[in-house]
Nanobody, 116 residues
Framework: QVQLVESGGGLVQPGGSLRLACAAS????????IGWFRQAPGKEREGISC????????YYADSVKGRFTISRDNAKNTLFLQMNTLKTEDTAVYYC?????????RGQGTQVTVSS
């Protein structure tokens, strides 16, 4: 069964850091591109970062460039998102998602709240 499970969200003060994880099962992360998007209340869904399956090339939205880093541990089949210098506007539910053999797969999401 193809599945993604996120973890690592929480409450953090502005300027702080969090590391999100996305554990994949049923497929290998080094075969498919996978990414992170977020959804804040009243706002449109925003794709923030992705990494290719083969050459590990990466993409970042301007809103997170220089602050967030996407990475992948093939041995653990887990995707990560290191988030530094967090801002209140980063508050959202964060999801990992991939298209696996023409099927869209998304995790259940993890809440990130940036507040003092």
């Amino acid at each position: 069964q193809v599945q993604l499970v996120e973890s690592g969200g929480g409450l953090v003060q502005p300027g702080g850091s969090l590391r999100l994880a996305c554990a994949a099962s049923g497929f290998s992360l080094d075969t498919y591109a996978i990414g992170w998007f977020r959804q804040a209340p009243g706002k449109e869904r925003e794709g923030i970062s992705c990494i290719s399956g083969s050459d590990r090339s990466t993409y970042y939205a301007d809103s997170v460039k220089g602050r967030f880093t996407i990475s992948r541990d093939n041995a653990k089949n887990t995707l990560f998102l290191q988030m530094n210098t967090l801002k209140t506007e980063d508050t959202a539910v964060y999801y990992c998602a991939a298209e696996v053999d023409d099927s869209y797969v998304r995790g259940q999401g993890t809440q990130v709240t940036v507040s003092s």
